[in-house]
């Protein structure tokens, strides 16, 4: 006997579940037709840009910006704090849910990618089930933490926790946790080495005196 929740409910909680389901599909055809309007929104009609990100993802923070294209599945199974900025053509397949906390920056071309598939071909393939003709499939979250920066190109599995204030290096595949205040790169990515105070550039101070903006390692590189 199936389980008496619904698909809807069982793609969230990372169970297996028919995405050819009526109430999955109309929630994903709302989502794609939000993400479309968004794209397609004039550039400088940012009111209007923020509106539809605000229907498309209701569990949201203040002050936020997304530059187009953006695209997701749901849009209901993502949620961030204040302060996010995510660049252009960012994709957040969001069947399981993706928690993104305060002050998180996402280059360009970013990818979340929650879905996941049965690795036996037979069981991964589409066929014909008591309830219809269609594939079974399921989702692990994501969680990013604050103050991460993801650089451009990353890609990000599901089932994945960043930590606090990491930075995932441009062109990472993130399949594993990444531990808070690093830097982490490769494919798979893994973490180079912890933040400290050597990383710090008094922006402020450096933006005032027009400076070139390096790092206490990197003027101890060029002064060695």
Not at 104 to 127: D, K, N, Y
Not at 173 to 179: G, Y
Not at 206 to 224: G, I, Q, V
């Amino acid at each position: 006997m199936k389980n008496k929740n619904s698909d809807l409910q069982r793609m969230s909680q990372g169970r297996l579940y028919n995405s050819s389901e009526k109430t999955v599909l109309l929630k994903h055809a709302k989502a794609l037709w939000l993400c479309d309007k968004f794209n397609r929104t004039a550039v400088w009609n940012l009111p209007k840009q923020k509106r539809l990100i605000k229907k498309l993802i209701p569990d949201h923070g203040a002050n936020f910006c997304f530059m187009k294209t953006f695209r997701c599945e749901y849009g209901f199974n993502i949620s961030f704090g204040k302060d996010l900025f995510v660049n252009f053509d960012c994709i957040f397949m969001d069947v399981a849910p993706i928690k993104i906390g305060d002050s998180v920056m996402f280059g360009p071309r970013v990818t979340i990618a929650t879905p996941c598939h049965p690795l036996l071909s037979e069981e991964r393939a589409v066929q014909s089930y008591p309830d219809g003709y269609h594939d079974l499939e399921y989702a692990k979250p994501v969680t990013i933490g604050n103050g991460v920066w993801v650089a451009a190109n990353a890609t990000i599995c599901g089932g994945v926790t960043i930590g606090d204030n990491a930075v995932i290096a441009a062109g990472s595949v993130v399949t594993r946790d990444v531990p808070p205040n690093c830097i982490a790169a490769g494919a798979p990515c893994k973490p180079i080495r912890m933040l400290d105070e050597n990383d710090r550039m008094s922006v402020w101070e450096t933006y005032m005196a027009d400076s070139a903006p390096l790092s206490l390692r990197e003027k101890a590189r060029y002064n060695a």
